[in-house]
T-cell receptor, first 110, second 115 residues
Framework: QKEVEQDPGPLSVPEGAIVSLNCTYS??????FMWYRQYSRKGPELLMY????GNKEDGRFTAQVDKSSKYISLFIRDSQPSDSATYLC??????????FGAGTRLTVKP | GAVVSQHPSWVICKSGTSVKIECRSL??????MFWYRQFPKQSLMLMAT?????????EQGVEKDKFLINHASLTLSTLTVTSAHPEDSSFYIC???????????FGQGTRLTVV
């Protein structure tokens, strides 16, 4: 079993849709949870960072962490074509050792 | 957010030569930098963790004599791929973390092609 599981997609939605991206993990010691967006042939861009459980909202993006279920989510409201990218979840125990999901490829169609 | 600059963005080299990739934190001091490798349509694989002024910590399976990492200052880390071979062709990405916060910021990545 992989330490971090993420459905690679691809996921295709119409513009304006709500997008739900998810990751599950096996290591209960993870405390830091991140979501990155990566455009083709570019480095990942940090979108959201949460510590421990709970929700965090930033504009159209909402990150949720459920440590009891070892499950994290990223919601994108009013999705735009510019949101088309690969979304990577990442998590770590102590800052030094981030483990990434495989990434979900999202396409938002106009 | 903080800016991490990686150079070059792409490089083609001949088999057997060495290639150096630079990673700079432009607006913050990075006590820790990380080097990743990413194959097409796959996720990032951590290669090594680099702390300023000390030797890098390599992940299992990563050859330290082949992938030389130097973190001589708080704003610069370099990765040198020595005696490159075609199987070293990949997308290499660095990230840097300001202080002890968990947020790591990534460079633009370097696409290395060994011919």
């Amino acid at each position: 079993q992989k330490e971090v599981e993420q459905d690679p997609g691809p996921l295709s939605v119409p513009e304006g849709a709500i997008v739900s991206l998810n990751c599950t993990y096996s290591n209960s010691a993870f405390q830091y949870f991140m979501w990155y967006r990566q455009y083709s042939r570019k480095g990942p861009e940090l979108l959201m960072y949460t510590y421990s459980s709970g929700n965090k909202e930033d504009g159209r993006f909402t990150a949720q962490v459920d440590k009891s279920s070892k499950y994290i989510s990223l919601f994108i409201r009013d999705s735009q074509p510019s949101d088309s990218a690969t979304y990577l979840c990442a998590m770590s125990v102590n800052n030094n050792d981030m483990r990434f999901g495989a990434g979900t490829r999202l396409t938002v169609k106009p | 957010g903080a800016v991490v600059s990686q150079h070059p963005s792409w490089v083609i080299c001949k088999s057997g030569t060495s290639v150096k990739i630079e990673c700079r934190s432009l607006d913050f001091q990075a006590t820790t930098m990380f080097w990743y490798r990413q194959f097409p349509k796959q996720s990032l694989m951590l290669m090594a963790t680099s702390n300023e002024g000390s030797k890098a910590t390599y992940e299992q399976g990563v050859e330290k004599d082949k992938f030389l990492i130097n973190h001589a200052s708080l704003t610069l880390s370099t990765l040198t791929v020595t005696s490159a071979h075609p199987e070293d062709s990949s997308f290499y990405i660095c990230s840097a973390r300001p202080g002890t916060t968990a947020e790591a910021f990534f460079g633009q990545g370097t696409r290395l092609t060994v011919v």
